[in-house]
């Protein structure tokens, strides 16, 4: 077996990320594929408060992130395997988008991946400009839409990734397929009862010519991207597969 992918999450709400700790991911750990590890940055602050936050230098709205707990927490969390490095990962709505082949390649390349969870307007600039020289760090986009904080895209992200670490999925064959998408929407599936509240299953389905189930399936696909997505679509017609 190859070495666990080591996983480390920095927040000041470390309760969000208890899912981390279930279903597939939770016995993911327990098999030793995955290694999971939570911290609080208020561990790294030394105020009574537990300060983490100031207003912003040049006004507007809100608060933003002090860069000195973050400095201690990165340097702690980064350096406490020698030899070792990570790559870091911090969430943000201005971020490069998250994708499906983003999250193939952290799951393949990177052995250690270091989560930075912001909340308020977001870290100290400087913060980037400090830790990008050390190390690898993505700043990376869940969609284009504003969340509360990094919490929700590191739990998206972090089960992205580790079902394509080998023997987490538990079913080599989907990822197998999944694969295979070719950039097409995925087609409809049905199972039992045949006639579910007058609703009849494809009857081609249950004819068992495999190869008209297949082109039926890859008739749906097509139909369903150009109803829903007209952007992979267009990249679809530039492969010319079909
Ligand atoms: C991490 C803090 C909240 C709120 C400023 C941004 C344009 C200016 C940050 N995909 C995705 N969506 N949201 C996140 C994400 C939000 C975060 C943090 C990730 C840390 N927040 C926040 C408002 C702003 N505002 C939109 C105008 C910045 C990731």
């Given amino acids: 077996m190859s070495a666990p992918l080591r996983i480390d999450v920095i927040t000041i709400f470390p309760d969000y990320l208890a899912p981390l700790g279930l279903s597939l991911l939770g016995k993911a750990q327990r098999e030793g594929l995955l290694e999971v590890q939570v911290h609080d940055l208020r ?3 030394h105020d009574r408060h537990r300060t983490v936050d100031d207003s912003p230098y040049g006004g507007g709205a809100g608060m933003v992130m002090r ?5 201690e927490a990165l340097d702690a969390i980064c350096g406490s395997r020698p030899g070792q490095t990570p790559h870091l990962i911090v969430p943000g709505p201005g971020g490069d988008p998250f994708t499906q082949e983003v999250a193939t390649e952290l799951a393949t390349d990177a052995g250690w991946l270091v989560f930075a969870c912001g909340r308020y307007e977001g870290i100290d600039e ?3 400009d400090e830790y990008r020289e050390r190390y690898p760090l993505s700043v990376l986009s869940l969609g284009d839409y504003v969340l ?3 919490e929700v895209a590191v739990l998206a992200m972090t089960e992205a990734i580790a079902r394509l670490v080998p ?3 538990g079913n080599e064959a989907s990822l ?4 295979h998408t070719g950039g097409l929407l995925e087609y409809p599936v049905y199972t ?4 579910w509240r007058d609703r009849e299953v494809p009857p ?13 399936r890859h008739a749906q696909r097509i139909e369903r991207t150009a109803a829903r997505r007209p952007d992979l679509m267009q990249a679809y017609e530039g492969t010319s597969k079909d």
């Fill in 43 to 45: 561990d790294w602050t």
């Fill in 67 to 71: 860069p000195d707990p973050w400095g």
């Fill in 126 to 128: 400087r913060v980037y």
């Fill in 148 to 150: 509360n904080g990094g």
């Fill in 167 to 169: 023997g987490v999925l």
């Fill in 176 to 179: 197998e397929e999944e694969s």
């Fill in 192 to 195: 039992k009862p045949p006639r």
């Fill in 204 to 216: 081609v389905l249950l004819s068992g010519h495999h190869g008209q189930i297949a082109s039926w």
